[in-house]
C-alpha cells in the first residue's frame, strides 16, 4: 500500500469458494480499483480453508473453526479482529446479515469511519424479517447507522427507506463481464452433456432454494415438447426434494441437474442454450439474468423485485407469472418458436448489458462511493 491509498475494510458474510452475486461483485469491484487496498474479514465456514490469504485484489481473514457458527463468530470477534489490523478511511459491509451487524458493530467501535452500507438481498422482505424480528430493533441499526447506501435496484432502496435509512443512497447495479460471457468457448452446454443435437435446451443458474422457484420451472416441463431438455445448474436445501419430483414427474430423462459450478465455468453452460428462466418468487436484481443476456440468450422471468429494471416485456425478455408453470411453459415455448421475437431479445439484451452493466461502469462509480 502507497501513502497516497485510501485502506479500506470489508466485512463479508462469505467469499471464495463461495460464491454468489455479492461475492463476484466484491472480486470484479476490488480488482478494478487499483488505488485502493482492501482488506476483510470473512467467515472461514470450513476447516479446509486458510485463515489467511490474498485473494485478487483482497486481503482476506477468515474468522472461526471451520463451521457455521462462524457467522456468529464473525459479528462477535470480527470488529475487534478488525482494528488489530490497524486504521481504516472506509468500512464497507457486503448486506445487511452478518456482515451488516458486524460492521455496525465496527463503527459504534470507530464513529469517526465512514460506513459504506451495500445491499443485494434477494429474499423477500419477510423471509428476511422471519430471521431477524427478535432483534429488530437493532438490525434496522445497520441502516440507521450508515453514512452511505449503495443498493443494486431501486427495490431495495425503497427497502432501505422502509427501514428508517436517512442517509444518502444511490442505486449502482451488478455488472457482468460481458467478454468473457460473449466470446465462444471450447465447449458448451450440449457437448457437456451429451445432448442431441435436435433437442431445444432451457438453462437455469439458480441456487435450489424456494425464492428462486425452480419446482415450478420443473413443473412447466410437463407442458413442454420433449424435445425440450432443462438443465439445471446450482444447488441448495431444494436439491433433493427437486430431484424426487423431477423423477415422480417422469421427467429424468429430459430433466439435468448438474449441481455446483464454478463462477469461470459458467459460460459453458449459457452457450447455445436456447431460453433462460428463473422463474423467482422474490428477487434484489438478479445478475445470473444479465450474465445470460451477455451469452445471447433470450430470459423469461417474472416482474418482481429488481427484475423489471433490466427486463422490458417483448424488448429485453419475457415476463411469466410466479409460481404459474403452465405460464412459464408457454413464455419458453414463444421464444422457442418465434425466430424474430427470440433474435430480438438477444440483440437488445446484449446491448443493454454492454450499455449499463459492463463492471468498468460500476467500478467506477463503487470507487467515488468508496
Known sequence: ?????????????????????AEVALKEITKRITDMSFVMITARLRKDLPVRETIGAIDVHRIGRGNGFDKYRLILNGPAYAERLGAYDTVWAMMASYAGFAALRYKKRRPQVPYLLTLQEGDSRFDIYKHVWWCWWYFKQIFHRADRIQAISSYLAAWAKTLGATCPIGVVPNGVAVERFAAPTQSDVR??????????????????????????????MVFLPGDVHLVIVGSGQEEHRISSFIREKKLSDRVHLVGEVMNDHLPQYLHRADVFCRPSRTEGLGI???????????????????????????????????????????????????????????????????????????????????
Not at 199 to 215: A, D, F, W
Request: proline share 7%; with cysteine; aromatic share 6%.
Open 1 to 21: 500500500m502507497t501513502p497516497a491509498q485510501k485502506r479500506i475494510l470489508i466485512f463479508s458474510t462469505a467469499y471464495d469458494p463461495f460464491i454468489g452475486g
Open 288 to 370: 445470473a439474468f444479465l450474465e445470460a443476456m451477455a451469452a445471447g440468450v433470450p430470459i423469461v422471468a417474472p416482474p418482481v423485485g429488481g427484475i423489471p429494471e433490466f427486463l422490458t416485456d417483448g424488448d429485453t425478455g419475457l415476463f411469466c407469472r410466479v409460481d404459474d408453470p403452465k405460464d412459464i411453459a408457454e413464455k419458453i415455448e414463444r421464444i422457442l418458436t418465434d425466430a424474430p421475437l427470440r433474435e430480438r431479445l438477444q440483440k437488445n439484451g446484449l446491448l443493454l448489458v454492454k450499455e449499463k452493466y459492463q463492471w468498468d461502469f460500476i467500478a467506477q462509480k463503487m470507487k467515488h462511493l468508496l
Open 191 to 220: 457437448t457437456l452433456l451429451a445432448l442431441p443435437t435436435a433437442v431445444r435446451v432451457v438453462v437455469t443458474v439458480s441456487r435450489l432454494v424456494p425464492k428462486n422457484g425452480v419446482s415450478a420451472l420443473v413443473s412447466a
